[in-house]
T-cell receptor, first 113, second 113 residues
Framework: SQQGEEDPQALSIQEGENATMNCSYK?????LQWYRQNSGRGLVHLIL?????REKHSGRLRVTLDTSKKSSSLLITASRAADTASYFCATDPGGGSNYKLTFGKGTLLTVNP | DVKVTQSSRYLVKRTGEKVFLECVQDMDHENMFWYRQDPGLGLRLIYF???????EKGDIPEGYSVSREKKERFSLILESASTNQTSMYLC????????????FGPGTRLLVL
């Protein structure tokens, strides 16, 4: 079953604008990760945020985590055409689970030049 | 850099054929995973392995088997391919804890006729 759900399903912006994607999940987590997938390729890990962290930065990426709302957001600043891809959140539910990193269905981001 | 390679990018097989998909990682990772990715369904875990010769079923193991004879290599086997196994297959690996960052291969797009 899907734990993380990304929102929106699709997002189209102009180059230079910021892009914000959200992920909501249902149960408590140990960590939450964001991945990028270019069309027809494998996923690439972007950032991992642990349940005791609230915000993390990596270059033009900013990830926030609100465990009280069970949600996370990924902000890409000053977007480029090369940022066009699908973005997935993945949650580590912790607890008794010993392997399941559960992926959402993704947000398709299109950055228009 | 971690490198995960998959034996084929594209594969066309006939219904009933036995199909082998191979994945190799070069970072001595303990864990390896096979996912399939379908439009609207996201990534679904088929099987994973946490050690040589060890395997665990994922969400959708029916119709598949796996083999891990060496640490760096994880094979997915479709015993008798069916058209509903047409999909993108993604292999991934991770270090010690299975919920940590996963490194993905480029994917194999399989078409079963």
């Amino acid at each position: 079953s899907q734990q993380g759900e990304e929102d929106p399903q699709a997002l189209s912006i102009q180059e230079g604008e910021n892009a914000t994607m959200n992920c909501s999940y249902k149960t408590s987590i140990n960590n939450l990760q964001w991945y990028r997938q270019n069309s027809g390729r494998g996923l690439v890990h972007l950032i991992l945020i642990r349940s005791n962290e609230r915000e993390k930065h990596s270059g033009r990426l900013r990830v926030t985590l609100d465990t009280s709302k069970k949600s996370s957001s990924l902000l890409i600043t000053a977007s480029r055409a090369a940022d066009t891809a699908s973005y997935f959140c993945a949650t580590d539910p912790g607890g008794g689970s010993n392997y399941k990193l559960t992926f959402g269905k993704g947000t398709l981001l299109t950055v228009n030049p | 850099d971690v490198k995960v390679t998959q034996s084929s990018r594209y594969l066309v097989k006939r219904t009933g054929e036995k199909v082998f998909l191979e994945c190799v990682q070069d970072m001595d990772h303990e864990n390896m995973f096979w996912y399939r990715q379908d439009p609207g369904l996201g990534l679904r875990l088929i099987y994973f392995s946490y050690d040589v010769k060890m395997k665990e079923k994922g969400d959708i193991p029916e119709g598949y088997s796996v083999s891990r004879e060496k640490k760096e290599r994880f094979s997915l086997i479709l015993e008798s391919a069916s058209t509903n196994q047409t999909s993108m297959y993604l292999c991934a690996s991770s270090w010690y804890r299975v919920q940590e960052t996963q490194y993905f291969g480029p994917g194999t797009r399989l078409l079963v006729l």
